[in-house]
Structure formats: structure tokens, C-alpha cells
Nanobody
Framework: VQLVESGGALVQAGGSLRLSCAASGLSFGAYTFAWFRQAPGKEREGVSAISPGDGRSVYVDSVKGQFTISSDNAKATVYLQLNNLKPEDTALYYC???????????????????????WGQGTQVTVSS
């Protein structure tokens, strides 16, 4: 299994980015995909997750209305659209995938890094004020 993130960049506050996570080596629709972020000196935080098999998605409260997760099953790619970016969104953003069934039905578990089996290398998002 391989996850390759891209799309991170340096942007000004208020700007937008779209992160991509290209997956290979797995049955895309059978897995749950999530985006995590980690800022310097802080713990890794689950931001959003999606189940491509049924289209269900979830978000951490702090990004609701600001970030949008989506997937393209034909391309085996998951996206995270980041809008109205703020300096506090600066972090290394990781894509991860889990084979745990119905993970998104477990609100206390989907954002836990330990629930994910495979990780990408991360893509850096830096927001300047």
C-alpha cells in the first residue's frame, strides 16, 4: 500500500489549497481515508475522514465549513479542499488509511492515529499572516 500526498504550499491568510492523496496497492472503496495534521510542538490531529465506498465523511469541529473532503474512486485519490486558511492551519498534513469496518460510525475513534494502518509522507501547508 502506498499513499502519496501533494498540494501543500506557502499561502497567505484567506487563501485556498487542495491537497491530494493518491492511493495504490489496495481496494480503494473498502478503506477509510483520513487527513491528519501536525504542527510543530503539537500532537497529530485528525482533521477529516471519508469512506469512498458510501461517500460518508466526517470533520473535526474546528474545520467544519472551512475544509471539504472528497474522493475520486476512478483515480483512487482523496482530496482535502482547504479554504479561508489561517496561520493556525500551518502544519504538515498527512493522509492515512484504515481497513477497520464502519470506522466513521465510531465518532471517538476515527480521529485517532492508532486506527490507521498506512500513512503517507506528508505535505507541508504554511499560511502566512
Amino acid at each position: 500500500v502506498q499513499l502519496v500526498e501533494s498540494g501543500g504550499a506557502l499561502v497567505q491568510a484567506g487563501g485556498s489549497l487542495r491537497l491530494s492523496c493518491a492511493a495504490s496497492g489496495l481496494s480503494f472503496g473498502a478503506y477509510t481515508f483520513a487527513w491528519f495534521r501536525q504542527a510543530p510542538g503539537k500532537e497529530r490531529e485528525g482533521v477529516s475522514a471519508i469512506s469512498p465506498g458510501d461517500g460518508r465523511s466526517v470533520y473535526v469541529d474546528s474545520v467544519k465549513g472551512q475544509f471539504t473532503i472528497s474522493s475520486d474512486n476512478a483515480k483512487a485519490t482523496v482530496y482535502l479542499q482547504l479554504n479561508n486558511l489561517k496561520p493556525e492551519d500551518t502544519a504538515l498534513y498527512y493522509c492515512a488509511t484504515s481497513s477497520t469496518p464502519r470506522l466513521l460510525s465510531r465518532p471517538t475513534l476515527w480521529a485517532r492515529a492508532l486506527m490507521y494502518d498506512y500513512w503517507g509522507q506528508g505535505t507541508q501547508v504554511t499560511v502566512s499572516s
